[in-house]
């Protein structure tokens, strides 16, 4: 069942984990191994992070052979080869709240809100990047660390996500104990963790019958192995439905919805019944946005530590 009458809550997000992987496997299919012959930056903000200018970017991608596809949280990047020598660097993007990375033929009419462009060697689909709002965008960044994994220099700061091989659970349950907040703050810092977002964060959090602010320092060990686990969860059906799409501006690299908002339990559910007890869905203002919890699965604490 669809909800329609939270749809205000859901305008404005950035994709998280799910999406973004979707985003990741899709690009992984139509571009690795692929030269870029034309590199095209239309639009100055989609590449306002990259301090050399466009014309740097497009430099730097000419010629260049996309080898891979990576991920770390929200962050998308593709490492550059040529002339048999390993990556040192690396097309880093972030979708920001409406950016599209799109594979299309080449004869596919330009849309209103192209801002890049990379065209093959093989004539075949260009990748095109889309972006309504131009809070997104490109960069070509220095790769870092160890062979076999690299992430770039600029985000070199952020914390696995839950689903990476390498992430550490005693580590996570360490520091997130060492900290003196409220746990969907510490599920939204993305130095503790990263990839999920305000939506996962609500679904998790239902799911292992926490509170949005039960306090970090007292929640025991077997908790926070049962709220990560409610993560992995959570991620794994929104990855199996293809992401979430709450309006037509996250879509996949052929511009199809995810359905994911069909299987959301509280999070835009306001008054409506909990799927679990059937007491109605509360919604909080949680910094500038919103939190959703049950609150009889999920009490409120009540020793005053917020």
């Avoid at 890049?116 to 809070?135: C, N, P, S």
Wanted: hydrophobic content about 35%.
């Amino acid at each position: 069942m669809i909800y329609p009458r939270a749809r205000c809550h859901y305008r404005g997000r950035v994709p998280e984990l799910p999406e973004v992987e979707v985003v990741r496997s899709g690009l992984e299919r139509w571009v690795v191994g692929r030269t870029v012959a034309k590199a095209e930056m239309l639009h100055p903000r989609a590449t306002r992070r990259h301090v050399a200018g466009p014309d740097d970017v497009v430099a730097r991608l000419t010629g260049r052979t996309l080898t891979g596809v990576e991920r770390r949280g929200k962050y998308l990047w593709l490492p550059l080869g040529g002339d048999g020598e390993d990556p040192a660097e690396a097309l880093l993007g972030h979708l920001g709240m409406s950016g599209q990375l799109l594979v299309e033929p080449p004869e596919t009419p330009d849309g209103p809100h192209l801002r890049a462009r990379l065209a093959f060697t093989d004539g075949g689909r260009e990748l095109r990047y889309v972006d309504q709002r131009t809070f997104g965008g490109l960069s070509v960044e220095p790769l870092t660390g160890p062979p076999g994994d690299q992430v770039p220099a600029v985000i070199a700061h952020i914390a696995r996500d839950p689903l990476d091989p390498a992430f550490d659970l005693a580590a996570f349950t360490a520091a997130v104990r060492r900290r003196r907040t409220g746990i969907k703050r510490a599920l939204l810092d993305q130095s503790l963790v990263s990839g999920i977002g305000n939506i996962y964060a609500d679904e998790a959090l239902w799911r292992a019958r926490l509170h949005w602010a039960r306090a970090t320092d007292r929640l025991t060990r077997p908790a926070i192995a049962t709220l990560v686990e409610a993560v992995r969860a959570v991620m794994n059906e929104a990855l199996a439905a293809g992401g979430t799409s709450f309006d037509s501006l996250y879509v996949n690299v052929n511009g199809e919805s995810g359905y994911f908002e069909r299987s959301l339990h509280v999070y835009g559910r306001e008054h409506e019944p909990c799927p679990r007890c059937g007491t109605p869905i509360r919604r909080d203002p949680f910094m500038n946005r919103s939190s959703f919890s049950c609150p009889r699965c999920q009490p409120r604490p009540r020793n005053g530590r917020w």
